[in-house]
């Protein structure tokens, strides 16, 4: 009897917390924990670009035979086109791959097994706080992950000089995580002149960039939230990136994402990328079609490209407009305290201060789920459920 032994797992700090929510009774709950958009129905549409991609894709797919391990071809050229731009010199030049993965999760996983047991680096530095499945996804991989001060609490700001003293610590070939935009738990992203200094100090110190890239088109626009990566692929030899297109075309439960690989020359990126595709020839051997074919379709038809960033920019523009009425809604439920830091993060989520104690309360008098850290997801609000979420907040606090 082997399995007797096995011990409990904890429950998921953010999908443990979605299974709360279904199964509480209460009418009147929010769930302000998973980062999944909302319309102002409170629904998580599909997208018509989505749509009308698979109506061409029922029409002219023929055959559901098994991909190559790296996937659809279209889509990996898709991908390094969105965040390289077109011809970049990069892809050109033979310097980045793309492998399509399952999520961004996946391609993590697919980058901390390529780190681990195809080059000399076992450390990992991931931003304080970040994600709560980072450390999980590298841990497991057999990485050791070290953090790096990032948030300033007293006035909810990124705190760079403290990031820039953690990272001095790092050796050469460190893997230093870095969220593209958007970033995950607070909002907060580096500005271009602290990008070009992080890219610096990865250069002087030897240091390989993993960038986590799940929210482009959130932040400021679709090219311009790929200000940092690409100004990193100009200044580093070598780089990783875990890309997503769950949130920006609302294919969560498709599993859509890639891992790409920048190395300093053709040779390199080849025998790299021969060892990514080993890599997820012994995980789940090739990915699933259906998202990246979506994907691939609408980054390839004129049209349906245009109406995807049309959609895209809908969806931003209506988080930000969630995050002024967040503010305003705020004080007129009588909270004195100032939240106006939450209106100038970027993304879908906020990180509001709120206690672990009160987060509690949130949860089991008021029925609003966020996760333990404090962090929103701005993205579940709407007007209709906006009062009830900022008058629990008041009684809370």
Known sequence: MIFSEVPQALADPILGLNDAFRAD???DKVNLGVGIYKTEAGDTPVLDCVKQ???????????KNYLGIDGVPAYNQAVLALLFGAEH???VNGRARAAQAPGG???LRVAAEFIRNHTASRTVWISNPTWANHKNVFETAGLTVQEYRYYQAKDHSMDFAAMQADLAQAQPGDIVLLHGCCHN???IDPTQTQWQQIAQQCLQQQLVPLFDFAYQGFGAGIEEDAAGLRLMAETVPEMLIASSFSKNFGLYNERVGAVTLVAENRDTCERGFSQIKHTIRANYSNPPAHGALIVSTILHDET???????EVTQMRERIAAM?????ASLSAAGVNQDFSFIARQNGMFSFSGLTTAQVARLRDEFGIYIVGSGR???AGMTRENMPVICRAIAAVL
């Open 25 to 27: 009774p209460r009418s």
């Open 53 to 63: 991609a698979e109506a061409l894709l029922l029409q002219q797919e023929s055959s």
């Open 89 to 91: 010199t990069l892809c």
């Open 105 to 107: 999760t996946g391609a």
């Open 185 to 187: 738990p607070t909002g």
């Open 304 to 310: 349906l490209r245009a109406l995807w960033h049309s």
């Open 323 to 327: 995050r002024e009425l967040f503010v």
């Open 376 to 378: 929103i997801s701005v």
